[in-house]
C-alpha cells in the first residue's frame, strides 16, 4: 500500500519560510518522479514543484520560481519543499504526489499517488 504523507505547514506571516516533506512508503521511491501542488479555497489544484528520480531537471511554476525549492534524499524516501519569502496568495493546502512517468510532470493528470495536504496558512 503506498502512502504519500505530508508535514511542516503552518501558519507563518508574510516574507516567513517553511519547509514542507513528504515521507514515502509502499513504493520504489527512486523509481518516482515526485511533485508538490496546491489548492487554496475555491480553486483547483495547480502546479507548484516537481522533480525527477535522480534529483535532477526540476521544474517551477512560474510565481514560485526564485522562492521555492524542491528536493529529494532517496534514501531517505522523502521529498522536500523549501518555501522562501512567502506571500498570502501562497495560502493553501499543499499536496505531494508520485508519478511513473517523466514527462508532463506539471500535469495532475500525471500523477499516480497523492498525499493528504498540508495546510499552508501565509497571513499580510
Known amino acids: 500500500q503506498v502512502q504519500l504523507v505530508e508535514s511542516g505547514g503552518g501558519l507563518v506571516q508574510t516574507g516567513d519560510s517553511l519547509r514542507l516533506s513528504c515521507a514515502a512508503s509502499?513504493?520504489?521511491?527512486?523509481?518516482?518522479?515526485m511533485g508538490w501542488f496546491r489548492q487554496a479555497p475555491g480553486k483547483e489544484r495547480e502546479f507548484v514543484a516537481a522533480i525527477s528520480w535522480s534529483g535532477g531537471n526540476p521544474d517551477y511554476e512560474d510565481s514560485v520560481k526564485g522562492r521555492f525549492t524542491i528536493s529529494r534524499v532517496n534514501s531517505k524516501n522523502t521529498v522536500y519543499l523549501q518555501m522562501n519569502s512567502l506571500k498570502p496568495e501562497d495560502t493553501a493546502v499543499y499536496y505531494c504526489?508520485?508519478?511513473?512517468?517523466?514527462?508532463?510532470?506539471?500535469?495532475?493528470?500525471?500523477?499516480?499517488?497523492w498525499g493528504q495536504g498540508t495546510q499552508v496558512t501565509v497571513s499580510s
Open positions: 504526489a508520485a508519478s511513473r512517468f517523466s514527462a508532463r510532470t506539471n500535469s495532475l493528470s500525471s500523477y499516480n499517488y
Open positions: 509502499g513504493l520504489t521511491f527512486s523509481s518516482y518522479t
